[in-house]
């Protein structure tokens, strides 16, 4: 019965420090940073506690211990120890930004995670040996015992990684794991409790002197332990640089994600417990062990060969997984069967050496006490060794391929140091032979290829992978963070990828051709504020946000990039140099961009966040309350702060969650977005935010802003609020009730982790968006307000944008009924619905000038000229009421008096310029050249200038301009189309002919445009 329950407790004990030893390491990382070097002095400052908890076990264990007290006291202080961490750790950031070195330095890193870890890593180290020396009572039970403790304990690991990750982190977040560990803990405590006080274990064999087994007695035996020392090191050394290569290309496969990494532990640990556990009833029966070892190690060496080999077949079998359509959970689940399956074998047979060799070190019962300790604490200090080696030095500059190869040829050439204990020829010739063959089938066996990995991701938000095609790389390194690639598919675009996952698009030939919205998270903010002098960056990327930032007159840019084969990837694009950190006024500097700002002291006028994606591993931490509170602690009082969020793999309940831990920081803000192109930004502020039209209109103005976002029609303020999304009160209304996003729940990373496709019905973000958005302009439109958002609205109906145009109506009736009644008149009106724009002009006598042009231009439109001249008269505005009447008179095509007007500005000038053409082109012509014409509203002046370019004899301008005005003319017939067959539906018959006149005479002036033998014929007819 005390085997049993001395089972339960290693298996509990086992889930309960996985369970701290995950929620420790984030929760650290968000203080010390998530870079690799911060995570990995973490995990060695774990590790560490644990090998010195190993090695002074033997304190405890020298004595013999006749109950299971020594235990439960270990157990109590990793409970008690576990839960007062939490607090502290919680809060360690706010001690961390007292003493900065602390979080930067990482040797003080290293210290600080050791001095917090120390007693309960101690404990955990110390209770594998404990309970070994509690439950092995005779010799023959040595290496029973071992295997089955040491199994019995990685399962527990097992269970610990798999439910951390899958069950304990996505339901109850960090601080809810540190809870169920706790009571793990002391559950464990109050059953050794009662077992010691109930069972008595059987007594200890005491073998007389002269019958002794020890090894010590023979010389051979004190050479094998020796040996065995140096493959427990070894093999420690090997397993935890292996695990980390696997993790580095497996994360490709799985997903940087928190289910990813849970995945591949749970796996790795799997094949550890069953290897132990298979060979428990074997361990009594070996007579010559080192033989066996010396098997085990040429099994292990071609296993890992095997599992090297089997990875190069990862990029099939991605391809084929992500072709076959079915549920996001059996997605995932035949990834971790593939994983297993790969897995298993070297994982298996570094479980089954592990207790044969702590068997081979410790020898006799009495020496288990004293040895056991010492023997896994080597075998920890070893891994630790094992961590660094790969990840810090090996792997960034050699490869993941380079590792795994030479941990194979490491663990084929361990085999050899037991040459000399074969006695017999044969065997030794056999091993020499085996280890040589499997050294060549290492060389010779398939090796990993990292791009024919990332070009089988095929990201479904990627169009050019979805159609397969094949990725030409530019660059590609195994960073610190992630495999960093940067591909093109046509010359044109660069994208900039971390394990297969695009970061961003770079124009490789004009730099103006630049992303958008991450043009605008750099200028928006900037816009913004008042007068801004200092900027903060968080990540490079593809440096589209630094350089939209360095066009401005910014004095300082600090740019904090985590992963430095990012940057080097740019270079890629820029042959060499990247223009944007030749600027004297940027900074660049490699670090966590949380850790940065938490310990340097440094207050900004403007702060941009353009981190990964917020579901993967390490990125999902700037996306959260806590995170959102810092770089609000780190503004002056006007400073403006903006964060991308994207769109793309992202569902409805996340968006809430953002909004709601985003503007619980931020008294103050507003969003813009792109959703061509599935990206949000939103802008936080402690001050009220405002769109100053005359700033941003100078800003706009400005040569090298101007260029680059002209490319994307960006020319005045009311292009800029194009991409305005929701406001500050909106995205609240939107969050209702939602849990915030914190450094604790990760909902973000839970949530969208489990995403395989786009999300439908109510969880789409796009339907949950235009769901709640109004336009809501107005809170930061000032004074002018109502004159802005009449304005705004006259944009959108000139870009044929109704929708928007109705929502701007709406906005503006609560501020000025008469321009907001204006814009719906206006709507009905642009559809050609006649009939309701004179019901609606019927019940009101006040209107805009703008309504009273447009209804002018409907009663001559209907041949009632008179009618259309009384309503002339009400415009209040000269120039209005000027060039409505030179637009009648082209209507009632009254050249004559229209030719002999006296125009006072463009828009009346360019309707008498018609009447000048009929007898002077060429002057007619070169005015209206000069004039800005782009609309549907200009289509006569196109077609004049289309003549005068082929009098002229510019076949060029001809050409490029026929090209552009006929797009023009056919967005409108297709607008017009789409109009009609609404109404044919509503059967509206006097609108419909309208309609269908429109769209034949639109017809033919663009067939008449693009021959231009007979396009003057046409316009004068």
Not at 9 to 19: E, K, M, N, P
Not at 99 to 110: C, E, R
């Amino acid at each position: 019965m005390h085997v049993v329950v001395a089972a339960s407790f290693l298996v509990l004990s086992g889930i309960a420090s996985l369970t701290y030893q995950v929620t420790w390491v984030r929760l650290l990382g968000l203080s010390m940073g998530s870079t690799s070097a911060s995570i990995s002095t973490v995990l060695a400052a774990f590790f560490l506690g644990m090998a010195m908890g190993s090695y002074l076990a033997e304190r405890i264990t020298r004595h013999r211990i006749h109950s299971f007290t020594p235990y439960l006291v270990l157990e109590l202080l990793i409970g008690i120890s576990g839960l007062m961490l939490l607090p502290i750790l919680l809060h360690l950031d706010g001690v961390l930004a007292l003493v900065p070195a602390m979080g930067t330095t990482l040797s003080l890193k290293f210290a600080v995670a050791l001095l917090l870890l120390s007693l309960p890593t101690l404990c955990m180290g110390a209770t594998f040996p404990v309970m070994a020396s509690i439950l092995i009572r005779q010799h023959n039970e040595i290496g029973l015992r071992m295997s089955q403790l040491y199994s019995l304990n990685t399962a527990g690991a097992v269970l610990g990684a798999a439910l951390t990750g899958f069950v304990f982190i996505p339901h109850w977040g960090l601080d809810g794991s540190i809870y169920i560990a706790f009571t793990i803990n002391m559950a464990i405590v109050i059953a050794a409790f009662y077992a010691s006080r109930t069972w008595v274990l059987p007594p200890i064999e005491v073998l007389p002197a002269a019958t002794s087994t020890d090894p010590t007695a023979n010389t051979d035996d004190s050479i094998d332990r020796r040996r065995a020392l140096i493959i427990l090191a070894c093999t420690g050394f090997v397993s935890i640089a292996t695990q980390v290569g696997w993790t580095k290309y497996l994360a490709i496969f799985t997903g940087t994600t928190l289910y990813g990494f849970a995945a591949i532990l749970t796996v790795f640990l799997s094949g550890i417990a069953v290897g132990s556990w298979v060979i428990k009833s074997r361990l009594e029966k070996i007579r010559a062990p080192h033989v066996w070892m010396a098997l085990g190690l040429v099994l292990l060496g071609l296993a890992l060969v095997a599992t090297r080999a089997g990875f190069s077949l990862l990029p099939q079998i991605y391809d084929a997984v992500n072709h076959y359509k079915t549920a996001a959970l059996l997605q995932h689940l035949t990834k971790y069967s593939i994983v297993f399956a790969l897995l298993f074998i070297p994982t298996f047979l570094l479980g089954a050496l592990f207790p044969l060799n702590l068997k081979l070190y410790c020898g006799s019962l009495h020496a288990v006490r004293a040895r056991i300790g010492k023997a896994y604490a080597i075998n920890t200090v070893a891994s630790i060794f094992g961590a660094i080696f790969a990840g810090f030095w090996f792997i960034p500059r050699y490869g993941t391929d380079h590792l795994l190869t030479l941990m194979a040829a490491l663990i084929l050439l361990l085999a050899l140091i037991f040459l000399g204990r074969l006695q017999r020829m044969a065997r030794r010739m056999a091993l020499l032979a085996s280890v040589s063959l499997a050294l060549v089938a290492a060389w010779q066996a398939p090796h990993l290829s990292y791009a024919a990995l990332i070009a089988s991701v095929n990201y479904q938000w990627d169009p050019d992978a979805m159609n397969s095609k094949k990725p030409k790389f530019l660059y590609l390194a195994e960073g610190k963070a992630g495999v960093i690639s940067l591909v093109t598919y046509d010359d044109t675009i660069a994208k900039l990828q971390n394990n297969g996952l695009n970061e961003s698009l770079i124009h490789m030939h004009d730099p103006n051709q630049a992303l958008l919205t991450e043009t605008l998270l750099g200028l928006v903010p900037y816009m913004l504020h008042p007068a801004p002098k200092s900027a903060f960056v968080v990540g490079f990327g593809g440096g589209i946000t630094t350089r939209a930032l360095t066009l401005t007159d910014l004095e300082s840019i600090h740019v904090v990039e985590l992963e430095p084969a990012v940057v080097e990837a740019d270079r890629h694009v820029s042959n060499g140099e990247i223009p944007a950190l030749q600027d004297p006024r940027v900074r660049l500097d490699f670090n966590d961009a949380r850790n940065t700002l938490l310990v340097e002291p440094t207050y900004y006028d403007l702060i941009v966040a353009q981190p990964s994606h917020p579901w993967l591993a390490g990125a999902a931490n700037v996306f959260t309350r806590q995170f959102w509170a810092l770089t609000k602690s780190r503004l002056n009082p006007d400073g403006v702060f903006g964060q991308w969020v994207n769109l793309f793999r992202m569902d409805a309940t996340t968006l809430q969650s953002l909004f709601q831990a985003f503007y619980q920081v931020y008294p103050q803000g507003l969003s813009f977005a792109n959703i061509n192109t599935g990206d949000l930004i939103l802008i936080g502020s402690k001050q009220p935010l405002s769109f100053d039209y005359a700033r941003i209109a100078r800003i706009l103005e400005q040569p090298k802003i101007k260029a680059t976002l002209s490319t994307h029609d960006i020319y005045t303020p009311a292009d800029l609020l194009w991409y305005f999304a929701l406001s500050r009160n909106e995205m609240l209304a939107a969050a209702g009730t939602a849990r915030p996003n914190t450094d604790t729940n990760l909902l973000s990373e839970v949530r969208l982790s489990a995403l395989t496709t786009q999300p439908s019905g109510a969880e789409d973000p796009y339907t949950f968006l235009r769901k709640h958005f109004h336009l809501d302009l107005i809170p930061y439109l000032g004074e002018q307000a109502a004159d802005r958002l009449y304005a705004q609205a006259d944009h959108y109906f000139f870009w044929n944008d109704t929708e928007l145009a109705e929502k701007a109506a709406q906005q503006l009736a609560k501020i000025d009924p008469i321009r907001g009644r204006g814009v719906e008149y206006e709507r009905a009106w642009r559809a050609y619905d006649y009939a309701t724009a004179a019901r609606l002009y019927a019940q009101y006598r006040q209107w805009p000038d703008r309504t009273y042009k447009q209804h002018a231009l409907l009663l001559a439109q209907q041949g009632q000229i008179n009618a259309a001249r009384q309503t002339l008269q009400r415009i209040k505005d000269p120039a209005v009421r000027h060039a409505v009447y030179a637009q009648l008179l082209y209507k009632t095509k009254d050249w004559s008096h229209l030719a002999a007007l006296r125009t006072h500005d463009a828009e009346e000038r360019k309707w008498q310029l018609l009447a000048v053409a009929r007898t002077n082109l060429p002057v007619a012509g070169a005015a209206l050249d000069r004039l800005d014409l782009h609309g549907a509203d200009d289509i006569p002046q196109m077609l004049v200038l289309l003549r005068y370019y082929t009098n002229s004899g510019n076949p060029g301008m001809f050409a490029a301009k026929t090209q552009q005005w006929t797009t023009t003319i056919s967005n409108e017939i297709e607008r017009l189309k789409k109009l009609a067959g609404q109404v044919t539906q509503q059967d509206e018959a006097a609108r419909t002919r309208i309609l269908r006149q429109v769209i034949d005479e639109l017809t033919q002036q663009q067939t008449f445009a693009l021959h231009k033998e007979t396009l003057w014929a046409f316009h004068f007819r």
